[in-house]
């Protein structure tokens, strides 16, 4: 299975109707890839919290419509990242939108752990309550977003809804990369599932993003990572390997706590 993880630059200069249409055009580039992965709130910045609410879309909006079809143009899963998505019966949202290779909408996942104590997004957005997966050919992908990387219970959760490899688009900040990277790799080996970690680059609303896109495998090897800039990220990997790394180290038989223990 081929993986590409577009750590695309996201700077105050460039309009979001531009950077949507690059979006695309890099999407497009793909066409022979698996699975393409964009980074989490790149029309608008992860840290420009005074544009969430003028750039907020329906799901049915500008970056569904190019997304949808860059996705049917290349013929290609594609994790379009995260938008701020406006709910006409509800607060704003940081929800994903996942598209088929002919261009349907398979999944929106709404983002449960929102950044920010009390500022920013977790006073700004609302929280999601549905853990989502999505059945490709090769693979059932796991869904989180960025700050949901920090809080484990929820890939145990996805693990045992059949996720073999967990797609986390982020906006994360370069004053905490070495998270970043710690955490892709720890969920990668308690879950023994791939990580399929994507970035941004750039600089949003004065905040550094860390970039370092990463793929981890199941036992926590780093197959490919990116740097800081603006990269496409394109790796190569076994989905078969999540099964046999289960069968040869069954720790996840071996746990006690949590209702929701996974069966092999």
């Given amino acids: 299975m081929r993986a590409s993880l577009i750590q695309i630059r996201v700077d105050e200069d460039e309009s979001v109707e531009s950077r949507r249409r690059r979006a695309a055009s890099l999407v497009r580039e793909q066409a022979g890839v698996d699975l393409v992965v964009l980074p989490e709130l790149w ?11 003028t750039e907020a879309e329906p799901l049915d909006g500008p970056t569904h419509e190019a997304m949808a079809k860059a996705a049917s143009d290349a ?7 995260s938008i701020p998505e406006r709910d006409p019966e509800g607060p704003l949202y940081n929800t994903s939108l996942i598209f088929s290779p002919s261009g349907e909408l398979a999944a929106a996942y709404r983002k449960i752990h929102r950044f920010g104590f009390d500022q920013g997004e977790a006073v700004l957005m609302g929280a ?36 073999e490899t ?3 688009p982020a906006g994360w900040p370069e004053r905490r990369r070495s998270h970043w990277t710690l955490l892709a ?21 004065g905040v550094p993003q860390a970039g370092h896109s990463i793929v981890v495998d199941p036992w926590g090897e780093v197959l490919a990572q990116a740097g800081v800039e603006e990269e496409i990220l ?12 289960r069968e040869q180290f069954p720790a996840l038989k071996d746990r006690v706590l949590g209702l929701d223990r996974p069966r092999h």
């Fill in 185 to 205: 790799q720890a969920r990668a080996v308690e879950n023994q599932a791939y990580v399929l970690a994507c970035g941004t680059a750039g600089t949003h609303a």
């Fill in 75 to 81: 013929g290609v899963w594609l994790h379009a990242g």
């Fill in 128 to 163: 999601g309550s549905e853990l989502v997966t999505v059945r490709l050919p090769e693979t059932t992908v796991g869904v989180a977003t960025c700050y949901d990387l920090r809080f484990p219970e929820l890939f145990r959760s996805l693990v045992a809804a059949g996720a």
């Fill in 166 to 168: 967990l797609v986390i």
């Fill in 43 to 53: 029309t608008t910045g992860a840290f420009a919290y005074e544009d969430f609410g």
């Fill in 234 to 245: 394109t790796v190569e990997f076994d989905p078969g390997k999540v099964a046999s790394t």
